[in-house]
């Protein structure tokens, strides 16, 4: 059976009607205000919203948010549960459809079971670590060049700055440093796709946000179709060049439909987190400048001279860095909840929930329990030693997931992050005035409102 047959034949198995609130009166919770649910409570403060209803109700909670009654799964042991799925009670790719469904079909967080299996194995090729060399020598030069631009000695933005930057990375390890002049066309149609995935306004009228989404996927599409032979033919070390070369299980090539489709959906999802995690991870180091000489000490530590790029045989060495941006993500997870639709009837705490239900846990809440992580505001990288670690439940700390649909581009990240590591802090030293405190939008990605004002001063 072809990969394409097996996903129609799957989805339609499971596919329902999301289950009424009425069948759900079992479970604790309300329906919040007459039309809108939660919604508006949701967007304006998940983590309180959460934290609240968690109070008043426990670890299993129903409310309604966007048109739609879903069951909230509280704790490291509700995450092992539906992101480990043993028993393929979750879908995935019903879950994240509200939001990604239409920007991003058939990405690999839209797709489920036996055929996500298939797809994931496909992609892997890009993910090991003959590519991913080559994307940290694009990486080391693009943030050398863009880390060099940063102003020191006045007020700066960080975010805008690092989501540009985040952004210019992903053109040369992704498409490849020859793009030539559809560059900066390629990178606006991305954008327009990533801040529509999250738009209010669901439907793409002229003029919306999600307009502009479609009409940026459309350009993305024909680009991307246009590329795939030329990048067939001769090759090339960015991502996109090494979807075009892989193969399923058989040998036979990935369709040009599924390489359009992994590639806008991996984009998509490395930008924003790359983007959010940089962003908090700074901010924790200009605020605790004790724990940014440590982390300044261990990089310098690796002993490069001024134009030698970072080999990533050395990455391992980054330890405390690690732990530093680990701890930043605690804090901050770029991915707050985890949706899922269950498409079989399960239990939880006693409770039977129906297939049907839309189903979240939540990395965020998880993150902040005090008896797992005492004293939860505080920022403490320590917590992520070795020791730590091994006696904490394995799903306390969630920011990539876990089960099969487990971030693959995690190590990715570390990566990044550890190279933006290097060369901002042997640079600069950052700092942030002793009363600021930003404001932080929680979700759907967390970034500060004010854009985390900052200053730079050299080392
Ligand atoms: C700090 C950065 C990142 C964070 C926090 C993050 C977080 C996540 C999370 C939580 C999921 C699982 C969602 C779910 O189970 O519903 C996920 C999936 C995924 N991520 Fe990431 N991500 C990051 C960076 C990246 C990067 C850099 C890439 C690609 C280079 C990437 C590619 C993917 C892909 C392809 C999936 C889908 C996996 C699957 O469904 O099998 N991510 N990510």
């Not at 109700?57 to 539906?82: D, M």
């Not at 300044?296 to 980054?318: H, I, N, Q, T």
């Amino acid at each position: 059976m072809s990969v394409q047959m097996l996903g129609a034949r799957h989805r339609s198995a499971y596919d329902r009607k999301p289950t009424p609130s009425s069948a759900l009166a079992h479970i604790p919770g309300d329906d919040g205000w007459p039309l809108v649910g939660h919604t508006l409570v949701l967007l304006s403060d998940p983590k309180g919203f959460v934290e609240r209803r968690a109070q008043r109700y426990g670890p299993i909670y129903r409310s309604r948010a966007f048109g739609q009654t879903n069951v909230s799964l509280l704790g490291p042991e509700a995450n092992e549960l539906v992101l480990l799925d043993s028993q393929k009670s979750f879908s995935s790719a019903l879950g994240w459809d509200v939001l990604l469904g239409r920007l991003f079909p058939r990405g690999l967080m839209l797709l489920d079971f036996d055929e996500h299996r298939l797809h994931r194995r496909a992609l892997s090729v890009a993910f090991k670590s003959g590519p991913m060399q080559s994307y940290l020598r694009q990486l080391d030069t693009g943030i050398a060049k863009g880390v060099a631009q940063w102003p020191s000695g006045r007020e700066f933005k960080f975010y805008p700055a690092i989501k540009q930057l985040t952004l210019d990375l992903a053109a040369t390890s992704f498409l490849g440093a020859q793009l030539g002049s559809e560059l900066d066309s390629v990178k606006l149609a991305f954008i327009e796709m990533v801040a529509a995935a999250i738009a209010v306004i669901r439907v793409p009228f002229p003029g919306t946000q999600m307009g502009r989404g479609v009409r940026g996927r459309a350009l993305i599409v024909e680009y991307f179709n246009r590329q795939i032979p030329l990048r067939r033919e001769r090759g090339g070390d960015d991502l996109f060049s090494q979807l075009c070369r892989a193969t399923w299980e058989d040998g036979s090539l990935l369709s040009n439909a599924d390489i359009v489709d992994h590639m806008s959906f991996l984009m998509m999802a490395a930008h924003d987190t790359l983007t959010s995690s940089l962003t908090s991870f700074v901010y924790r180091l200009a605020a605790n400048p004790l724990w940014q000489e440590k982390v300044r000490e261990e990089v310098r530590g690796l002993k490069l001279a001024a134009d030698e790029p970072l080999a990533f045989s050395r990455l391992d060495e980054l330890a405390l860095t690690e732990m530093a941006f680990k701890e930043a993500m605690r804090l901050a997870p770029p991915v707050p909840s985890l949706p899922r639709r269950a498409v079989r009837d399960f239990d939880f705490l006693g409770y039977r929930i129906p297939a049907g239900t839309g189903v979240n846990v939540n990395p965020l809440y998880t993150h902040y329990m005090p008896e797992i992580w005492p004293e939860p505001e505080r920022y403490d990288p320590m917590r992520f030693d070795a020791d730590a670690t091994r006696m904490r439940h394995k799903f306390a700390f969630a920011p990539f997931g876990g089960g099969a649909h487990m971030c693959l581009g995690l190590n990715f990240a570390y990566m990044q992050a550890k190279c933006f590591t290097w060369h901002f802090l042997n640079k600069f030293r950052v700092s942030v005035t002793s009363d600021y405190r930003p404001g932080w939008k929680m979700w759907p990605i967390p970034y500060p409102r004010d854009g985390l004002t900052v200053a730079l001063t050299p080392v």
